[in-house]
Each structure stands twice: as structure tokens, then as C-alpha cells.
């Protein structure tokens, strides 16, 4: 996926369950400009995505209903069934274990971010 472009114009739909950081993690990416959408469960994810057209999806790994690599798996099969280009998925997880990675990536994730989480990696993965 190419880059959203300057700052700020990026839309982030991001599905986490924790809402201390859920809530930090949408403050910091609204001040920086950002538009965000939460949502708290996989599903949710999904439902919000086949909706919206976003730059970024941040994906909590381990959610109520559908966790994380499940709601990649949906997303990237709707994607395919309705012809719509890959949005761009970062998975948010506090277990950096390689298999976890290795599950992301083979879910259709484009990458990995461990929590607690670094603000610049954080900026980088919707600005570059």
C-alpha cells in the first residue's frame, strides 16, 4: 500500500479491548492529527471496515468474540471478494514470541507492533 501522504490525512481504524489503552492510543493519534475510528472486538473490526475506507488498521491480537488474526483472515477475504485493495494491518500485541508473529503474518498482516507501544514505531506504521 502507498503512503496516506502528509500527516494527519491518514483514516486509522484501530480495534482494541483494553480502554485505558484503547483511549491513549486514539488521544495520542488524534493530537497528532490523525482521523481514528475504535472499535473494541474483532468483529466490531470488521463491520467497521466493510463500512469505511481506511488507511491503517491497527489489530489488538487478543479481543473478545474474534481476536485479532481471525478479523485479518475476514478482512483480507473481503477484500478479495469485493475487489477492494489491501488495507494496510499492524497486529498490537504484548507477547513478541516469534510464532505470534509468524500467525500475523501468515493471517494477511502486514506487520507487528509490541505493546507497551513506541510512538514512533507507532507514527511510522501509518506515515510510511
Not at 27 to 34: A, D, E
Not at 77 to 98: C, F, H, S, W
Request: glycine share 6%; hydrophobic share 45%.
Amino acid at each position: 500500500m502507498s503512503s496516506p501522504g502528509k500527516q494527519g490525512a491518514a483514516r486509522v481504524l484501530l480495534a482494541e479491548d483494553e480502554p485505558m489503552v484503547r483511549d491513549l492510543i486514539v488521544m495520542i493519534l488524534q493530537q497528532r492529527g490523525f482521523r481514528i475510528d475504535a472499535v473494541e472486538t474483532g468483529c466490531a473490526a470488521v463491520e467497521r471496515w466493510r463500512q469505511e475506507n481506511f488507511d491503517v488498521v491497527f489489530m489488538d491480537m487478543h479481543m473478545p468474540e474474534m481476536d485479532g488474526v481471525e478479523a485479518t483472515r475476514e478482512i483480507r477475504a473481503l477484500e478479495q471478494e469485493y475487489g477492494k485493495p489491501p488495507v494496510r494491518i499492524v497486529g498490537l500485541t504484548a507477547d513478541a514470541r516469534q510464532e505470534l508473529r509468524d500467525r500475523c503474518l501468515e493471517a494477511g498482516m502486514d506487520s507487528f507492533l509490541t505493546k507497551p507501544l513506541d510512538m514512533k514505531k507507532l507514527f511510522a506504521a501509518i506515515e510510511d
